[in-house]
């Protein structure tokens, strides 16, 4: 079962555009091309796992699920740091 959902793993790091890829990548970078399609396959598992006990259909997040992600913690962060140092924030986004 191992070989069969890390042979999954790699086929999902070379889709384009997929949460899985972008995953793989990211974990990639760091620890290596086996340890991120092990990683990915444990995600897949989780995935599969999810979707039959819920009786409900995968929702793609999408690639820039993870960078989202980090910036939204990112500025709470940032905003809490400054307001535990006595200064009040506020926050508008510039259109670029």
């Given at each position: 079962m191992r070989s069969a959902l890390v042979e999954a793993a790699?086929?999902?790091?070379?889709?384009?555009?997929?949460?899985?890829?972008?995953q793989y990548h990211r974990i990639a970078a760091r620890r290596g091309s086996n340890r991120a399609a092990?990683?990915?396959?444990?995600?897949?598992?989780?995935i599969v796992y999810h979707i039959l006990k819920r009786k409900q259909?995968?929702?793609?997040?999408?690639?820039?699920?993870y960078e989202e992600k980090r910036r939204n913690m990112v500025i709470r962060q940032s905003l809490k740091k400054l307001e535990s140092l006595g200064l009040k924030v506020t926050v508008e986004t510039v259109a670029s």
């Open positions: 790699r086929a999902a790091s070379r889709s384009k555009d997929t949460y899985l890829s972008s092990v990683a990915v396959a444990h995600s897949i598992l989780t259909p995968y929702i793609e997040l999408g690639p820039n699920y």
